[in-house]
Structures are given as C-alpha cells and as structure tokens.
C-alpha cells in the first residue's frame, strides 16, 4: 500500500498564493507518476497537474501558468504551488500517485485524502 499525506490547503484571498505538499509513503519500490486533481462541489473530478519520474509535466487548461508542479524524488514528495489564485479554484484537491510496491510489484493508482482549497475574499 502507498499512503499519501497533503498539506497547505486554507483560505486564500483571489490573487493569492498557496504551496501544497504531498508526502508518499509505504513500500514503495517507485513512483512512475505523482499529481494533482480537485473537485469542487456539484463537479466532476478534474485534471489539475501531474509529473512524470522524468519530470515531464501535464497542466490541466483552467491552470496552465499559474500553477508549477514539481517532485522531490528523494523523499516522494510533490508539490503544487498556485498562484494568482481565483474563486473558481475553490476545491478539493487530492494527491495521486500511480506507484509500485514492494508486495504487488504491479503499478496501481493511490489517492490522498484530500485538502481543502477556498479562495474567497
């Protein structure tokens, strides 16, 4: 089993700022892609960004220049940084990993919990 953690969701003012982090954790033997989706209420789940272990990069269209995804391999951790943030990514946002393990040895998709984005002035 992988288990991911995700941190630095809150409130933002619109034009603000926010640093989200996701941890990943388990037998891990590795990580081919780590990502971001979100979902805002009475919506479907989009597409938010997601990188390759080769740090090749996918932007969702609603995010593409305000958002930077970036990986530390070392300690299987992605991070989102948002900017110019709008009311309109107010969502949950939820951390994915399509990872192998040291039990199955097959590549299967994880998913964190989810952390709470609100931006509103």
């Known amino acids: 089993q992988v288990q991911l953690v995700e941190s630095g969701g809150g409130l933002v003012l619109p034009g603000g700022s926010l640093r989200l982090s996701c941890a990943a954790s388990?037998?891990?033997?590795?990580?081919?892609?780590l990502g971001w989706y979100r979902q805002a209420p009475g919506k479907e789940r989009e597409l938010v960004a997601t990188?390759?272990?080769?740090?090749?990069?996918n932007y969702g269209d609603s995010v593409k220049g305000r958002f930077t995804i970036s990986r530390d391999n070392a300690k299987n951790t992605v991070y989102l940084e948002m900017n110019s943030l709008k009311p309109e990514d107010t969502a949950v946002y939820s951390c994915y990993a399509y990872a192998r393990t040291w039990e199955t040895n097959k590549l299967m998709p994880y998913w964190g919990q989810g952390t709470q984005v609100t931006v509103s002035s």
């Open positions: 388990g037998n891990i033997l590795n990580i081919n892609v």
């Open positions: 990188i390759t272990s080769g740090t090749s990069t």
